[in-house]
């Protein structure tokens, strides 16, 4: 028996400590610790609730946007607010070209290197692997030429001992197994994909001011002033500009990521059978239509137990079956109390010990809905889509098991979905479902605005009674909700419930694990000194934990006083 410590755990920004005890090759118990503590919601007490945005845009350094958004729209909902028709549609290009990015980032360069081995490619035959990357899409850049560049820049690195962005891989761990051939397609579509996820982004800086950190949001709207006649706004030029770069990205997410995808998940088919661990699923409706916020082109639900048919929907924001159902339970996190609040009356008060097997061990809360864990991602919002027969969803679901079990040589069915590798596989699917919805999005505004509307901002106003909002957003790594209170025109309450919170969840008050630690149980582990199966399984949930965590020493004072002006 043996007790693997992996601190930090994520290749982003860190974080995240995983504890496992393995015995006889398989994980037995695990723990997932969030090491730092988040003091955003303190400061917001007492704030104009229409300069929110602003501040829990800094939860994190990168999924920035979905907090800018699920901000506005928990005041809005509050207020019982209707915003104009492009501004959602300005939103919703944001939050997809956000996504976009995101999904592509994951997949490439925050995950594939615990599939692909980067030391086998010198081994490999260019001209396979060129014809094996033109055998799964016509994708140009996947000639013999692109595969022996990308060799000869790949053996340059393994000659001179510097792997560069390479370093710290499980080179040569037995649980590697693509042919060096796959591996060099991989990496040369890695590359690419720096390119891509750049252009993807610069479709949110167009419409958001910049990025990270957007500045066009507003209560009631956005700031975009549209003036078809003047080049200081968002006239055609530069809605025209931004269907040129969705044109480049779209085909790289249908044509690259998809197909690549596939293919790993084919060749790594076992692990369709790890992994699966929670399978109640969460998902919040998203991409709305309407200015009222009842119509989606995404639509939200839960799943309990695996049963897809099963699935209840929800409707939106004002849905009491979602309003009523979430609590964070705080027995097993550093904070006063025990047991679960509803997030409109939370609070945020740290009392840190040390990590405690069977006491306090996180920074995280343990979200629950309706007193169960929820596993929330791509996976929940995939499956919660599919089984409410969204037509895009099934499309491409049906299409990406359709080529896995094609390249496995063996039947890859929905069923299967309820594992780690899963989780990879429904990431993809929902970028290619993005995409779809980029260029309707797209249409939509221009079509809109060619018709001579607009409009993009509403006047919020604040009663003197305390009312209670909640903002809703599907982030890319899943549900996001903002629960805010309030008062006078003032912030009474504030707290964020966020993706990694959901699935880094500890235990609970009666000792259930969350997603992460439910996941882990089970898996395979053949080296304990090279965790490489841990790593695959929770880099499947695409760990971020800025959002979920808080700051302070180790001692629970704190580090520093910073004056909010």
């Known amino acids: 028996m043996a007790r693997i410590t992996i601190d930090p755990i994520t290749r982003i920004e860190g974080h995240l400590r995983i504890d496992a005890v393995v015995d006889g090759g398989e994980v037995q118990k695990a723990w997932a610790s969030c090491s730092m503590w988040r003091g955003i919601e303190t400061i917001l007490r007492g704030r104009d609730p229409r300069e929110a945005w602003i501040?829990?845009?800094?939860?994190?350094?990168?999924?920035?946007?979905?907090?800018?958004?699920?901000?506005?729209?928990?005041?809005?909902?509050?207020?019982?607010?209707?915003?104009?028709?492009?501004?959602?549609?300005?939103?919703?290009?944001?939050?997809?070209?956000?996504?976009?990015?995101?999904?592509?980032?994951?997949?490439?360069?925050?995950?594939?290197?615990?599939?692909?081995?980067?030391?086998?490619?010198?081994?490999?035959?260019?001209?396979?692997?060129?014809?094996?990357?033109?055998?799964?899409?016509?994708?140009?850049?996947?000639?013999?030429?692109?595969?022996?560049?990308?060799?000869?820049?790949?053996?340059?690195?393994?000659?001179?001992?510097?792997?560069?962005?390479?370093?710290?891989?499980?080179?040569?761990?037995?649980?590697?197994?693509?042919?060096?051939?796959?591996?060099?397609?991989?990496?040369?579509?890695?590359?690419?994909?720096?390119?891509?996820?750049?252009?993807?982004?610069?479709?949110?800086?167009?419409?958001?001011?910049?990025?990270?950190?957007?500045?066009?949001?507003?209560?009631?709207?956005?700031?975009?002033?549209?003036?078809?006649?003047?080049?200081?706004?968002?006239?055609?030029?530069?809605?025209?500009?931004?269907?040129?770069?969705?044109?480049?990205?779209?085909?790289?997410?249908?044509?690259?990521?998809?197909?690549?995808?596939?293919?790993?998940?084919?060749?790594?088919?076992?692990?369709?059978?790890?992994?699966?661990?929670?399978k109640n699923y969460l998902a919040v409706p998203d991409l709305p239509t309407d200015t009222a916020s009842t119509q989606f082109d995404i639509p939200g639900g839960t799943i309990f137990d695996g049963d897809l048919a099963g699935v209840r929907r929800i409707s939106g924001s004002r849905d009491d079956y979602f309003r009523k159902g979430v609590v964070e339970d705080v027995t097993h996190g550093w904070y006063q109390g025990r047991g679960a609040q509803h997030p409109w009356q939370g609070e945020t008060i740290p009392d840190y010990t040390d990590f405690q097997d069977d006491g306090k061990y996180s920074w995280v809360k343990a979200p629950r809905f309706e007193g169960k864990p929820m596993q929330v991602g791509p996976l929940a919002s995939v499956l919660v889509s599919y089984a409410q027969g969204h037509e895009l969803t099934k499309k491409w679901t049906d299409l990406a098991l359709q080529r896995v079990s094609a390249i496995a040589q063996k039947p890859i069915t929905i069923d299967k979905m309820h594992s780690t590798m899963g989780r990879y596989l429904a990431r993809a699917i929902r970028a290619c479902v993005l995409s779809e919805l980029a260029m309707r999005h797209w249409a939509l505004l221009a079509d809109n605005v060619a018709k001579g509307d607009t409009t993009t901002f509403n006047e919020p106003h604040f009663p003197k009674d305390a009312v209670e909002g909640v903002g809703i957003h599907e982030a890319p790594r899943g549900t996001l909700s903002h629960w805010v209170v309030v008062q006078d025109g003032k912030l009474a309450n504030y707290q964020a419930v966020v993706p990694t919170t959901w699935n880094a969840s500890p235990r609970d008050e009666q000792g259930v694990p969350g997603p992460y630690e439910a996941s882990l149980l089970k898996n395979p582990i053949a080296d304990p000194e090279k965790p490489l199966e841990i790593l695959r399984t929770v880099h499947s949930f695409d760990p971020c934990l800025a959002c979920a965590c808080h700051t302070l020493d180790v001692e629970g004072k704190t580090i520093a006083t910073v004056k909010v002006l």
């Not at 390119?195 to 419409?207: D, G, M, T």
């Open 55 to 278: 501040f829990t845009q800094r939860f994190c350094g990168v999924c920035t946007t979905v907090h800018a958004i699920a901000s506005v729209r928990a005041i809005e909902d509050a207020l019982r607010m209707e915003i104009p028709v492009n501004a959602q549609y300005i939103r919703n290009l944001i939050l997809i070209a956000h996504g976009l990015h995101d999904h592509i980032v994951h997949f490439y360069h925050l995950s594939a290197l615990d599939f692909v081995d980067v030391t086998t490619i010198p081994k490999a035959d260019a001209a396979k692997a060129a014809s094996i990357a033109q055998s799964l899409s016509d994708w140009p850049n996947n000639s013999k030429q692109e595969m022996e560049r990308v060799q000869k820049k790949v053996l340059g690195l393994v000659q001179s001992g510097q792997l560069g962005i390479f370093t710290n891989g499980y080179w040569g761990h037995p649980a590697m197994k693509l042919p060096p051939e796959v591996n060099l397609l991989a990496v040369a579509h890695y590359l690419q994909a720096l390119e891509y996820q750049r252009v993807s982004n610069q479709v949110v800086a167009i419409l958001g001011g910049k990025t990270p950190h957007i500045q066009n949001l507003a209560v009631g709207g956005v700031m975009n002033a549209i003036n078809l006649d003047s080049l200081a706004t968002l006239n055609m030029d530069r809605i025209y500009m931004m269907k040129d770069r969705l044109d480049e990205v779209v085909p790289f997410v249908q044509d690259v990521y998809f197909p690549d995808a596939c293919a790993i998940a084919a060749f790594y088919a076992d692990w369709f059978d790890i992994g699966s661990g929670v």
